[in-house]
């Protein structure tokens, strides 16, 4: 490759998908912006709420963001922990966090390594957050070891469409996607990962958000158990 390319892949970090440099400016400007517009998406937010309703007891919400799940949490959760290592999310996040009706915890982490006791949770939600993190095994196993058995993780994620015309078009913007989306990948597919990290799979069903192209709408939505 010519140097100059090779810099810029380095400082890009486009060598290792799922995974972005230092972009502070990106991700303190830009990305909140970005996130901030899909709360305006109407499909993503049924995604949402399909979702997170069904979380209960202990709640971990992993990759917060701007806090767009908040609404749709049963005021009857017993408390709401939220753990997301960006620090700028984190500020607005906790702003948000005041006014609901459940003690609620903040705190700045990566999913790689939670700072949590294992055991702790009835239900961990992710909605567009495995598809970013940078190892996504090491997360599912945090996840899995911070559940209390039989505790739930309710997900809905980005991933890899059953049409081969859609894939290929995925494949086709999966760095430019990457690049856009705070790393995110639509190549990995959630379920099978699960169920290799220990899950039991309990539901799973694949849509389109209405809105956008397939290509970048295709969600998998689920549960998935810790074994008792
Ligand atoms: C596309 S945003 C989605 C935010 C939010 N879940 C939503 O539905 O709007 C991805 C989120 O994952 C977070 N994230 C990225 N890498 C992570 C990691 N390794 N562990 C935990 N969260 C991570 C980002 O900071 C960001 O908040």
Not at 57 to 71: A, C, D, I, T, Y
Request: aromatic share 8%; proline share 7%; hydrophobic share 40%.
């Amino acid at each position: 490759m010519h140097p100059a390319r090779v810099l810029v892949a380095s400082r890009l970090n486009l060598e290792r998908p799922g995974t972005l440099p230092d972009m502070g400016f990106y991700r303190a400007y830009v990305l909140p912006q970005l996130l901030g517009f899909s709360e305006r998406i109407a499909s993503m937010e049924l995604v949402r709420q399909r979702t997170v309703e069904y979380a209960t007891g202990h709640v971990l919400e992993l990759g917060v963001g701007l806090g767009s799940n908040l609404p749709f949490y049963d005021p009857e959760i017993t408390s709401l922990t939220t753990v997301d290592p960006n620090p700028r999310f984190n500020a607005r996040v906790r702003r948000r966090l005041r006014h609901l009706p459940f003690p609620v915890d903040a705190r700045e982490g990566r999913g790689e390594q939670l700072p949590l006791k294992d055991g702790t949770f009835d239900s961990v939600v992710t909605t567009f957050t495995l598809c970013c993190v940078g190892d996504l095994e090491r997360v599912l196993q945090e996840i899995l070891r911070v559940l209390k058995p039989g505790g739930r993780l309710l997900f809905a994620e980005p991933g890899p469409s059953r049409d081969e015309e859609v894939l290929k078009w995925q494949r086709r913007l999966a760095r430019l996607q990457g690049l856009v989306v705070d790393g995110c990948r639509a190549d990995r597919a959630i379920d099978t990962a699960l169920i290799a990290t220990g899950f039991e799979l309990k539901r799973l069903e694949l849509a389109y958000l209405d809105g956008l192209p397939k290509s970048l709408g295709c969600v998998y939505e689920g549960l998935a158990v810790k074994p008792l």
